[in-house]
Structures are given as C-alpha cells and as structure tokens.
C-alpha cells in the first residue's frame, strides 16, 4: 500500500494562486499514476488532474486546462499541483489518490489509494 500525504491548501482570493503538494511513501512503485481529486460541499468527488508516473503524460479536466499544472519530483516521491487563476467555484477538498495503472486512475478514475484531503477556499 501506498501512503499519501497532501498539503498546501488553504484561504486565497479570487485570482489568486496556491501550490498542493502530495507526498508519498510506501510501495510506490506499484502504482503508475497520481492524481488531484476536487470535491465541493455536498457534491461527488471529481478528478481534476492526473499524471503518468511512466512517461509524465498529464490529464486534465476542462474546467482547469490552462490554469493548474501537475508535475512529480520523482527524487521527492511528491507530485505537485499548481492552481493559478483560482475561482470561488474551485473551493472545496483537494485529494490526492494514487493508481496502479495510468488507464484505471487517469482515464476511468479508478483509485487505489486516498489522502487524506487538504482543503482549498477562495474567496469572491
């Protein structure tokens, strides 16, 4: 199993920027992908973006193309998202999850393993 830990959220104005950070431990070489899941109050949780941990391909949905941007460290075993451009329709808690196949997590959002949720709100 795999271990993961996010951080980074927390209170920001519209327009503004804030960087999630989920570091991870434990076997992770058994899973291929690691994603950013978004979940607003109420409503069901969301992928928002995904990394290949084989070849760094990213996922994005549409709602953030050209605002947020997944990277890895690879040497940190931490992959990062960075939210720029931020909306008050993006507030709610950020997960990280990770998958053992870049299809499964990515494409169909099958999820292997949660964080625990760090949570983002922004402010009108």
């Known amino acids: 199993q795999v271990q993961l830990v996010e951080s980074g959220g927390g209170f920001v104005q519209s327009g503004g920027s804030l960087r999630l950070s989920c570091a991870a431990s434990?076997?992770?070489?058994?899973?291929?992908?690691i994603g950013w899941f978004w979940q607003a109050p109420g409503k069901e949780r969301e992928r928002v973006s995904c990394?290949?941990?084989?070849?760094?391909?990213?996922y994005y949905d549409n709602s953030v193309k050209g605002r947020f941007t997944i990277s890895e460290d690879n040497a940190k075993n931490t992959v990062y998202l960075q939210m720029n451009s931020l909306k008050p329709e993006d507030t709610g808690v950020y997960y990280c999850?990770?998958?053992?196949?870049?299809?499964?997590?990515?494409?169909?959002?099958?999820?292997?393993?949660w964080g625990q949720g760090t949570q983002v709100v922004v402010s009108s």
């Open positions: 990394i290949s941990r084989l070849d760094d391909n990213t």
């Open positions: 434990g076997f992770t070489s058994d899973f291929k992908a």
């Open positions: 999850a990770a998958g053992r196949g870049v299809f499964e997590l990515c494409i169909i959002r099958k999820v292997d393993s």
